[in-house]
Each structure stands twice: as C-alpha cells, then as structure tokens.
C-alpha cells in the first residue's frame, strides 16, 4: 500500500514539474519572440517564477539602456545634418559675393591678370558646386525636401541647362545633340529640383565624359515621360553603382567634384515620383529619366 501511495505522489510531482517545465519553455519562446521585435518594446510574461522574472528585469534594464543610446545617436546625427544645413547655407551668400567680384576684375584686368582671375574665378565655382552639394546632401538626410509639383516643359527646361553650360561644353569640345528641342513636353515636377538634376548629370558629362552626348525624350506612354541621355565616359564606369553616394568612375580621384551629383539626382528624382537607371550599351553610357507627364 505505501509503495502505490508512493507511486501516486511521485507521479504527481514528476506531473507538476513537467507542468511548469511546459509552460516555462513557452514562456522562454515568447520572450525569444518579443525579443525579435523591432520596436524594442519591454518584455513580459504571465507566469510567477522569481528567477523567470529576474532575467526578463535584467533584459528590459539592457533594453532601456540601449533605447536612450539609439535616441541620443539620433539626436546626435540630426544636430549635425543641422549644423551642416546651417554652415552651407551661410557659406553660400560670401561664396556668391566673391564670384560676382572676381567676374568684374576679370573684365577690367591685363590679360595675365585675367588668367590669374580666371583660375580663382573657377575655384571659387567649384567651392560652390560643393556647399550646394552638401547643403542638398543634408536636406536629403533629414528627409525635409519636399518636391513643389508644378507643370514643367521639360524640352526648353533642357535647352536652358545646355545653353547655360555651353561655354564648358565648347571648352571640352563636347557637342549636345537634343532631339525635340522644340517641342512642348509637359511633366509634372518640381522646377528647381528637374534644374538640379540636369545640371548635375551634364556637368557629369562635361567632367567624366568626352565626344557626343545626345538627348532624347519619349512620349509614347500616357503616365510617363522617359528623357534618354547617351554620352561616352572616359573611364570605365559601373552603373550598378552610379547613384551611390560619393561613388566616382575616377579611381585615382584626380578629377573634380565629390561624387555626390548622382546621388542629388537620383533622390530628387524619386521625391518627384520618378525613376532614374543607367547601363552601358557598347562604350556609351545610357541613363533614362522617367518623370511623371503632366496629364493633358
């Protein structure tokens, strides 16, 4: 009789042990699952077990802890795109200032005054070129650009690119070829941003490119209008790559700029709703721009 009673109480107990067991293993898988989470929320569970409740203190302290260092990094990173926004911004009037100045001595000045000028002159462009680099570059980071959508003739927007870059052009001896120069295409995007990304990609052109470039628009779809610019590179270029920031074809990074002109282009042009790629077809070098078209 004692060993069946025995029998029963050890059968109970090895019951209520491989009970708790039961539900301290599921109760370890939702902790595990609460853990993969992406919201770092603080972790719970419903069963009463000191040392349980010990580990889950214990992981919800480290979870805090590595909440408050994630947000004073991101307060951190947002100060200093914020810095970088304000000392651009600043930097931009004396820059503009000292290039009006330097363009009136040029046209007053002997001619090796001039070149000494002119030398200057081009520097201080360049210095330019690169605060408004950063200054847009910063705006992108803290995603406070957004596009003003207007209607846009993207033909004489182009010709207004080409014709303000033709002196560098001419200097390359670069010839732009564009197809329906002439014709009223119409999308719909922000002026200053569609500016933007053709002066970039044809200050690209001048910079890393040599021979023809030719531009073509199509029409053909009702939602779209898909701006074709072929140019040949003087370097090998990668255009998986192309859009990345900082990425240059320069390998030696002897050449001007700093690799972010690509990088404007390709996120103005997907704040305007619009797409950009590039591939290589032979030794041309072949982007498509794809706008939104201005509903007739």
């Known amino acids: 009789m004692t060993y069946i009673i ?26 595990t699952n609460q853990m993969t989470m ?54 931009k009037t004396p820059l503009t200032s000292v290039i009006g100045y330097l363009q009136m ?3 007053s000045q002997g001619e090796e005054m001039q ?18 680099d950063f200054f847009e570059i910063s705006l992108i980071d803290a995603e406070s650009y957004l596009p003003n959508l207007e209607s846009i003739n993207i033909c004489e927007l182009i010709c207004e690119e080409i014709f303000a870059l033709s002196p ?8 732009p070829v564009f197809e329906k120069s002439d014709k009223d295409i119409r999308v719909l995007g922000d002026k200053k941003m569609c500016t933007r990304v053709f002066q970039n990609y044809f200050s ?29 590179p003087k370097n090998e270029v990668d255009p998986t790559r192309m859009f990345e920031r900082y990425y240059r074809d320069d390998k030696a ?22 797409t950009i790629l590039a591939e290589m077809s032979g030794e041309q070098l072949v982007t498509t721009i794809c706008l939104p078209a201005q509903q007739k």
């Open 6 to 31: 025995f029998i029963i109480v050890l059968c109970i107990l090895l019951l209520v042990v491989s009970t708790k067991l039961y539900i301290m293993k599921k109760e370890l898988r939702k902790i």
């Open 38 to 91: 992406q919201d770092n929320a603080s972790l719970s569970v419903q069963m009463v077990d000191e040392d349980l409740n010990q580990l889950i203190v214990s992981i919800n302290h480290l979870y805090e802890k590595q909440l408050e260092i994630k947000n004073r990094a991101v307060s951190k990173e947002k100060e200093i795109r914020n810095s970088i926004s304000v000392i651009s911004h600043d930097m």
């Open 105 to 107: 001595a040029q046209k």
């Open 115 to 132: 070149n000494d000028i002119a030398t200057a002159l081009e520097r201080a462009i360049y210095l330019n070129d690169l605060v408004n």
């Open 168 to 175: 560098s052009f001419d200097k390359k001896g670069m010839l």
């Open 204 to 232: 690209n052109c001048i910079k890393y490119g040599v021979g023809e470039i030719t531009i073509d628009i199509d029409e053909d779809t009702s939602d779209k209008v898909k701006i074709r610019i072929c140019n040949y």
């Open 253 to 274: 990074r002897t050449g001007e700029g700093a690799g972010l002109g690509m990088f404007i282009c390709k996120n103005f042009v997907e704040a305007m709703k619009g």
